[in-house]
C-alpha cells in the first residue's frame, strides 16, 4: 500500500540544475510492515554538489546506472502505492523532474502523498523538524544518515509508529484509493543492476547539523516548515552561498510566500538557534562567531543575536563589548548605493560623525554595504555578493548610528 522514498541529490533545487544521484524505496502494507526494499546510486553526468553532505564520491557512481536506466524499474515500484517521506515535497519535486527530463508525466501528486514530518507536528505538536529529531522522540536509531537507504528505512519505521495512532482503515483511505489506479506511462528502462554506495560513504556532521535537529517547527504560515527544511539543511554547513540564496528566493516563490513573511521566519529560526545554543548555559567563542555568521547571511545583525541571547538566557548572556555600532568596530569601511530618501551625502556626513570610513567603491576589504534595497542589482551590490560583503537596508544603517549624529526627530527610531 505505501512506498516510503528518499533522495540524495546534486543540490536543493531540482530541474535542470540539481540531479538524483541516489535513491531508495521500502515497500510497506496497509499495517506498515515491511515488504521489500531497493537502492541505487546514480551517474547524473555532471559534479556530485554537496559531497560532505552526502558523502558519494564521484569513484563511487561513475559505474552507477543513470535515471533512465531505473525509470522503468522505479515505475513498478511507485505505481498503484501512496507514497510517503519526510518532506515528501522535496522528493517528490526530484523525481518528477527526472522523469519530465524523459519526457514523462508520472502521478506523484504530493497532495496525495504522506509526509512523516507532517505527521509529526499533526501528532506531537511541538515537536521538532528534522528526521533525525523526529526519530530520536519516537527511539529509532538513524545510523548512516543522510544515505538514501538509512534515511528511507528510518522513515518507513517512523510513519510505521506513526500509523498505529489512527484506525483502520487511516483518514487518508480516500486519497489511496484515487491513486491506486491512476495509470503510468510505459518508462524506459535497461537491465542494468543497482549499484550500491560503498561502506566509506557517510553524511553530515559537526554541531552545527546537529543544532538544527533542535529546532522547533514553526506552525504558520503553514508552508513555514517546508522553507525551513531547506534552511536547515544549507545551514548544517554553516553557510548560505550566492547558489544557496537563490534556492531560498526560489522555495520561498514556489510556496508562495511573501517577503515580510520570509522576514518573519529568518528572525524566528535565528531565535530558536540562539535558544538551542543556550541550553548548555554556555557558548564557546566559535559557537557565537556561528551565530554571528548565520545572522549575516539571514540578512541580521550581531545585535540580532545579543538579543536573541539576552531573552533565552533571561538577562545572564554578556553582551561582548565591541568599538563602534551594532558590531561594526569604528574605522569600518562602508559603501551606499541606491535612491534614498535623504541624499547620499547626508548619509555620509552620518557615517562619518559615527566613525566609519565612506568608500565610492565595493572592494573585498568592505566591511558593509547600505543599499536602499536590499535586493538591488546595482554594479555595488553584485560586487558585494560577489566579496561577500554584508549588505543592510537604510533602516537598519539608522539604527546602528548613536542618537547625536541624527535629527532629533530620529532620535527615537535610531533607539
Known amino acids: 500500500m505505501y512506498a516510503v522514498i528518499d533522495t540524495e541529490t546534486t543540490g536543493l533545487l531540482p530541474g535542470h540544475r540539481h540531479r538524483v544521484i541516489e535513491i531508495a524505496v521500502v515497500l510497506l502494507d496497509a499495517q506498515g510492515r515491511f515488504e521489500d526494499e531497493w537502492v541505487t546510486l546514480l551517474n547524473p553526468q555532471r559534479d556530485l554538489g554537496p559531497q560532505h553532505i552526502h558523502g558519494i564520491l564521484t569513484a563511487d557512481v561513475l559505474a552507477a546506472p543513470e535515471f533512465v536506466d531505473v525509470a522503468r524499474r522505479l515505475g513498478e515500484l511507485l505505481a498503484g502505492r501512496m507514497v510517503v ?30 509526509c512523516t514530518m507532517a505527521l509529526a507536528g499533526y501528532l506531537f505538536p511541538g515537536s521538532r523538524r528534522t528526521l533525525g529529531a523526529c526519530c530520536a522522540a ?6 548512516g544518515w543522510h544515505s538514501a537507504l538509512a534515511d528511507t528505512r528510518a ?36 537491465h ?60 520561498a516563490t514556489d510556496l508562495g510566500l511573501s517577503r515580510s513573511q520570509v522576514d518573519l521566519l529568518h528572525g524566528v529560526y535565528l531565535d530558536e538557534l540562539a535558544a538551542a ?16 555568521r548565520v545572522a549575516t547571511m539571514l540578512g541580521r545583525q550581531a545585535g540580532d543575536v545579543d538579543d536573541a541571547l539576552v531573552a533565552v538566557s533571561n538577562g545572564r548572556y554578556v553582551v561582548p563589548a565591541r568599538p563602534g555600532a551594532g558590531g561594526f568596530p569604528a574605522g569600518s569601511t562602508v559603501v551606499f548605493t ?25 572592494r573585498a576589504e568592505t566591511t558593509f554595504v547600505v543599499a536602499a534595497d536590499v535586493d538591488s542589482l546595482s554594479l555595488k551590490a553584485r560586487a558585494a555578493r560577489e566579496f561577500g560583503v554584508p549588505i543592510i537596508a537604510v533602516e537598519a544603517f539608522r539604527r546602528l548610528l548613536p542618537a547625536e549624529v541624527l535629527p532629533a526627530d530620529d532620535e527615537r527610531k535610531a533607539g
Open 138 to 143: 519516537a527511539g529509532i536509531t538513524l545510523e
Open 85 to 114: 517521506g519526510h518532506n515528501v515535497e522535496f522528493d517528490l519535486g526530484f523525481l518528477r523532474a527526472e522523469f519530465a527530463r524523459l519526457g514523462h508525466v508520472v502521478p506523484l501528486i504530493t497532495e496525495r502523498s504522506m
Open 192 to 251: 542494468r543492476g543497482p549499484t550500491v554506495r560503498p561502506v566509506h560513504a557517510g553524511g553530515r556532521h559537526g554541531w552545527m547539523s546537529r543544532l538544527v535537529d533542535q529546532l522547533p517547527r514553526v506552525s504558520e504560515p503553514p508552508q513555514a516548515d517546508s522553507y525551513l527544511a531547506v534552511l536547515d539543511t544549507l545551514l548544517a554547513d554553516r553557510e548560505i552561498d550566492a547558489a544557496g540564496a537563490d534556492l531560498l528566493v526560489h522555495v
Open 277 to 292: 545554543v543556550w541550553l548548555d548555559s554556555e557558548i564557546s567563542g566559535e559557537q557565537r562567531a556561528d551565530l554571528d
Open 155 to 190: 522513515t518507513a519505521e517512523l510513519f510505521s509508529a506513526y500509523l498505529r495512532s489512527f484506525p483502520s482503515p487511516p483518514p487518508w483511505q480516500w486519497a489511496y484509493d484515487e491513486i491506486r489506479d491512476l495509470p503510468w506511462p510505459e518508462l524506459p528502462g535497461t
Open 338 to 362: 541606491g535612491d534614498m530618501v535623504e541624499p547620499r551625502e547626508v548619509w555620509w556626513d552620518r557615517a562619518v560623525a559615527a566613525g566609519f570610513s565612506p568608500q565610492e567603491a565595493v
